[in-house]
């Protein structure tokens, strides 16, 4: 079974940067598809990023595109999104997800297409 565990939150003024991690142990990550979610206080979860088992494609909410990059690391079987010109409506305790996908190419952006989730690291960007 694998566990993703995410780290590399903190509290960051605006327009710093930020790098998370998700740790993935159990499996490695070239066997999943994974996704990075946000849940800011009294909203819904939000995707952010999605990069495909390969790690060939990528995909981003419109609001951090240019600004957020997803990336896989096999060797140290880790996934990372780096967040650059932050703004306090980043502000957001950040998910990790991951899920075997069906092609290496594909990459998802709903919560419901996710199996396997992380606890969670709080981002917080003051102004």
């Known amino acids: 079974q694998v566990q993703l565990v995410e780290s590399g939150g903190g509290l960051v003024q605006a327009g710093g940067s930020l790098r998370l991690s998700c740790a993935v142990s159990g499996r490695t990550v070239s066997d999943y598809a994974f996704g990075w979610f946000r849940q800011a206080p009294g909203r819904e979860h939000e995707f952010v990023a999605a990069?495909?088992?390969?790690?060939?494609?990528?995909f981003y909410e419109d609001s951090v595109t240019g600004r957020f990059t997803v990336s896989k690391d096999n060797a140290e079987n880790t996934v990372s999104l780096q967040m650059h010109s932050l703004k306090p409506e980043d502000t957001a305790v950040y998910y990790c997800?991951?899920?075997?996908?069906?092609?290496?190419?594909?990459?998802?952006?709903?919560?419901?297409?996710?199996?396997?989730w992380g606890q969670g690291t709080q981002v917080t960007v003051s102004s």
């Open positions: 997800a991951a899920r075997v996908p069906s092609s290496v190419s594909y990459y998802f952006t709903t919560r419901d297409d996710y199996h396997h």
């Open positions: 990069i495909s088992r390969n790690g060939l494609v990528t």
